[in-house]
Structures are given as C-alpha cells and as structure tokens.
T-cell receptor
C-alpha cells in the first residue's frame, strides 16, 4: 500500500508570495491533517479535513487555509508569506474508526521564505 | 488541556548502551498513546500505539511501556542507525481525534 505523498518536497519563496502544498493520503484514509514543524515550536497542528469538510482547526492566522477534494487529496495554501513561515509542513492521513486513529505522515514539504 | 512532556530533550549513547526515553502526559481520558521516530528532514514514522496501563509493545531493539501517567521507550543495545528524534503523542477520549505531540527526544548513538 502506497504511503502518504506530498508535493513539492522543497519550495523557496519570497515574502509576500503565496504557496500551495499538496497531499495525497493513503488509499482508504478519509482524514487528512496538516502540521507545521519548526525547531523552536515542534509539531503544531494546523487543521484537519474529513470528507471535504474542515473538522478541526489549530491556532494559526487566516493566511493558512486548506481544502480537501472528493478523492481525499488535500491542499493547503499560505498567502502573504512571512519569514516565520519557513518550516517543514507535514501532512498525515488517518483512517477513522475503532477506539484510536493512528496518523501516518508524509515526507513533508520544506518551505523556505526569503 | 492535554499536555505531553518528553525527557530528556537530547540523549547521547554509545553503541550497545541501553537506555530509556520518557513521555509524561496529562489527559482527561486516554484513548491512545503513540510513539513515532523521525529522521532529519523526513516525516515521523509510526512505531507503536499503546492503549492502557500495563501494556507493552516491542519492535526490534525498541520496547514501549505505558502507565497511567507516563510511557517509556526502552532502547536495548542501540546501534547508530537508531539515531533519530523520537516523538510521543496522546489522543484523548471525547472530542477530536487530533493527537497532542511532545517536543521529542533527540537520540544520537555513537559507534
């Protein structure tokens, strides 16, 4: 079974630009979560999508947005990039069911904002 | 609010020197506790899920244990390829499925 894939793997942007990241979950997984990881803050939850609806949202400004398509693929968008947005952006997919839901992560997109 | 604290922040071991990583948690009710391994520049790789106090799981040189307040990841006779950051996360009962992650323990195993 193929794992979670994320594209692109690396991005370099300048302040003020916008960026779109893509995530394809494991086949059959309907929940996709996005995280920002930085050395200083660790893994911070951005938002979660389930069946094309945003179900949970972390404490990030409105510049960070996302969506999920009918095939469960998800995109996240960051507008008006700031230097502090430089981070590893991770996508995780989950199959909801049972008592727990283990998250399986993709390799991440390394975003550098200059 | 759910909290996860991992210690130590960093750990250096000699090859073959066994040790343990700690994950202390505060949660209203535990649905599951997860351990992940993360290599530099890569996404976390799932290792274990523990559900209830007293449970243990093993994988190669790793063994995870769980009590009502903490989890340990025991590393027996580590090798340099075990060098990575180990993340712990808890999922609470009720509410969302979103886990709360600790900051991780960076493990370096010297040959």
């Amino acid at each position: 079974k193929a794992g979670v894939t994320q594209t692109p793997r690396y991005l370099i942007k300048t302040r003020g630009q916008q960026v779109t990241l893509s995530c394809s979950p494991i086949s059959g997984h309907r929940s996709v979560s996005w995280y920002q990881q930085t050395p200083g803050q660790g893994l911070q939850f951005l938002f979660e999508y389930f069946s094309e609806t945003q179900r949970n949202k972390g404490n990030f400004p409105g510049r960070f947005s996302g969506r999920q398509f009918s095939n469960s693929r998800s995109e996240m968008n960051v507008s008006t990039l700031e230097l502090g947005d430089s981070a590893l952006y991770l996508c995780a997919s989950t199959t909801i069911g049972g008592d727990t839901s283990e998250q399986f992560f993709g390799p991440g997109t390394r975003l550098t904002v200059l | 609010e759910d909290q996860v604290t991992q210690s130590p922040e960093a750990l250096r071991l000699q090859e073959g020197e066994s040790s343990s990583l700690n994950c202390s948690y505060t949660v209203s009710g535990l649905r599951g506790l997860f351990w992940y391994r993360q290599d530099p520049g890569k996404g976390p790789e799932f290792l274990f899920t523990l559900y209830s106090a007293g449970e243990e799981k093993e994988k190669e040189r790793l063994k995870a244990t769980l009590t009502k307040k903490e989890s340990f990841l025991h590393i027996t006779a580590p090798k340099p390829e075990d060098s990575a950051t180990y993340l712990c996360a808890v999922q609470a009962t009720g509410g969302s499925y979103i886990p709360t992650f600790g900051r991780g323990t960076s493990l370096i195993v010297h040959p």
